[in-house]
């Protein structure tokens, strides 16, 4: 159904499947307009993954929409956000736990992929911790969701993605959310396979 009420010609070939995927996971064929990506994204994400690359979510829902038998290299998919350490820096800091769980990232982000499905502030994070000279993942897929700096993050994540060449995968606007970006997760995974 998606395949007759989607124009997918307008993408590269080996992007249509993860195109699909986001549509399906959201049911609103218009959202193609707002898919955005670097032109290595599907390259490197898959890349990434047959070599064992970590998988970071910046929430538990995009880390249990991730199907695990369908990663290459039984990739470690990892969410920080529960974690006591994580809450306590957040706390001690004055910040969000998203923030303080990228943060915790920065030593292991070098080659990973990046699955932002919830929370602006950790896209914004991440773009900042790039900026200082953290190491860039191979993969950013930014899919915040929301009314509240949703929007503004995935522009910055596009701009500046761009302009540094880290891969990145987004929809621009308010639309997002764990489920699209486990689905792009998935799709990235079924082509490394």
Known sequence: MIKEEADLSRFPSEFRPLVTRLLHSCG???????????PKAMEQGIRALSQGATVFCDSMM???????RHLPSENPVQCWIEETSVAERAQMEGIT???????????????????IGNAPTALFRLLEILEEGVRPPALILGFPVG???AAES????????????IPYITVLGRRGGSAMASAAVNAIAIGAA
Do not use: P, Y
Not at 62 to 68: A, H, L, P, R
Not at 154 to 165: F, M, T, Y
């Open 147 to 149: 009314f509240v700096g």
């Open 62 to 68: 995009v880390s249990k929409g991730i199907i695990t």
């Open 154 to 165: 995935k522009q910055l994540l596009e701009v500046e993605a761009s302009r540094r060449n």
């Open 97 to 115: 736990r998203s923030m303080a769980a990228v943060d915790c990232w920065s030593l292991e982000l070098e080659g990973a992929l990046v699955a």
């Open 28 to 38: 609103m064929i218009d959202l193609q307009e707002q898919i955005r990506f670097h």
